[in-house]
C-alpha cells in the first residue's frame, strides 16, 4: 500500500480523533500518582474512551503471529519502552517514570500520541530524559513542512537526543496513520539529513522518539509485546499525530 494523502476534510476527523486522544491523555496523566496500578490506567481510559463514544485502536490489536493486545492502553514503566500491557500487578512507585501510549478512532479516523510521565518526585536524571525526548518531538515537528524530507525528521531527533547524551530505539519507528492505525510511510527517529521521502501535503504521520539512558538495545518480553531496554536502563518514548499541510504541520493530538 502507497501514501495516503489526505484531504481537509479528513485531516479535520483526524483532529476531532486528536482532541479525544489528548483529553484521555491529560486524564490518564492527572492519576499517574504513587499508589495507582496500570490496570488502573487502563480502567479510566475505557471509562473515557466510553464516555467519548471512540474505539479503541489498541484492544484486540494483533499485527502478526503474537497475542491480541488485550488493553486500551499502553504503559511502560521505567526501563519498559514501548507496549508494557496494563497489570493489577505493577504499582506506580514515587520517582517511577510511565509511559503512556493510546490511539483511538473517531468517525473511522485514527489519532495516536504518547507521553512519559514522571511520577510524584523523579530524580534530576529522569527529568532530563524526559525533557530531552519532548525536546526532540518538537524538532522533529518542526521539520514537517512541505518538500523536506524523512530523513530531516529523523535527523532532528537522533542529532538532539546524542547532543544531551542519551541513544535513539532504532527496533521501533513512527508510521502513517488514517483510516488505519498503522499506514505507510514509516517514520525513523534517526537518518540523514536530504534523504528519505519528501513530505507532500495531505500527508498525516505519528513521530514518536524512543530515547534509552543507556545503550539503543532493546529486547521482547516472553508476553510478545513489552519492549525493554537491554540494560535496564530508564526509557522515554512521546508522540503526536502530525498533519503535514501547505500552511506548516498540525499537532492533531495538542490541546
Not at 500520541?113 to 529522569?126: D, F, L, W, Y
Not at 518531538?137 to 537526543?161: K, M, P, S, T, Y
Request: charged share 20%.
Amino acid at each position: 500500500m502507497g501514501i495516503i494523502l489526505k484531504s481537509n476534510r479528513e485531516i479535520l476527523k483526524m483532529r476531532a480523533a486528536g482532541r479525544v486522544v489528548c483529553a484521555v491523555l491529560d486524564t490518564l496523566e492527572a492519576a499517574c500518582v504513587p499508589g495507582v496500578t496500570t490496570r488502573d490506567l487502563n480502567r479510566i481510559a475505557e471509562r473515557e474512551l466510553a464516555k467519548a463514544n471512540a474505539r479503541s485502536a489498541f484492544l484486540g490489536y494483533r499485527p502478526g503471529p503474537v497475542p491480541a493486545y488485550p488493553a486500551v492502553v499502553c504503559t511502560s514503566v521505567n526501563g519498559v519502552v514501548v507496549h508494557g500491557i496494563p497489570s493489577d500487578r505493577v504499582i506506580l512507585r514515587e520517582g517511577d517514570v510511565v509511559g503512556i501510549d493510546f490511539a483511538c478512532f473517531v468517525d473511522g479516523y485514527c489519532a495516536d500520541a504518547a507521553r512519559t510521565i514522571g511520577v510524584g518526585i523523579i530524580s534530576a536524571p529522569a527529568r532530563d530524559l524526559l525533557d530531552a525526548t519532548r525536546e526532540c518531538l518538537d524538532r522533529a515537528i518542526a521539520q514537517c513542512f512541505v518538500g523536506r524530507r524523512l530523513g530531516d525528521v529523523g535527523a532532528a531527533v537522533e542529532r538532539h537526543a546524542e547532543s544531551r547524551g542519551y541513544s535513539v530505539v532504532r527496533d521501533f519507528v513512527g508510521h502513517g496513520i488514517g483510516r488505519a492505525m498503522h499506514e505507510p510511510p514509516n517514520v525513523p527517529n534517526y537518518g540523514m539529513e536530504g534523504t528519505g521521502m519528501r513530505l507532500k501535503a495531505g500527508m498525516v504521520i505519528a513521530i514518536e522518539p524512543m530515547l534509552n539512558a543507556g545503550k539503543p538495545d532493546v529486547r521482547l518480553l516472553s508476553d510478545g509485546w513489552t519492549v525493554v531496554t537491554g540494560d535496564g536502563a530508564l526509557s522515554a518514548h512521546v508522540e503526536h499525530t502530525v498533519a503535514i499541510t501547505q500552511e506548516g504541520p498540525i499537532v492533531l493530538t495538542a490541546a
